[in-house]
């Protein structure tokens, strides 16, 4: 399974942005899928996740309510819509994939099997 993030850029505070994960070589169905972060100088932290069958939706509370992850139109496609950024927000996104994930380790970096290469999103304040 190949991941491929994007859509990270440069955006001021209170700005809005989509970031997308696409997987080729296989479709999310009966996956989970997670986005991860690493800011300057931190380790990396679980952002958001969400299993492709049941739909549930899991969230770092730095993000939630600012942001959704969710399902593209087809099953190779997962979307991180952030809105209210702020400048904590600024780090290298990554997605990650991988099947039969326990709940209580869906914000493990290591239980995931497949990570893409990382978008770089920038909050200037």
């Known amino acids: 399974v190949q991941l491929q993030a994007s859509g990270g850029g440069l955006v001021q505070a209170g700005d809005s942005l989509r970031l997308s994960c696409a997987t080729s070589g296989r479709t999310f169905r009966g996956y989970s899928v997670a986005w991860f972060r690493q800011g300057p100088g931190k380790e990396r932290e679980f952002t958001a996740a969400i299993r492709w069958s049941a739909r549930n939706t899991y969230y770092a509370d730095s993000v939630k309510d600012r942001f959704t992850i969710s399902r593209g139109g087809t099953e190779n496609t997962v979307y991180l819509q952030m809105n209210s950024l702020k400048s904590d927000d600024t780090a290298v996104y990554y997605c990650?994939?991988?099947?039969?994930?326990?709940?209580?380790?869906?914000?493990?970096?290591?239980?995931?099997?497949?990570w893409g290469q990382g978008t770089l999103v920038t909050v200037s304040s």
């Open positions: 990650a994939a991988s099947s039969s994930i326990i709940l209580s380790s869906l914000r493990v970096p290591s239980s995931y099997a497949f």
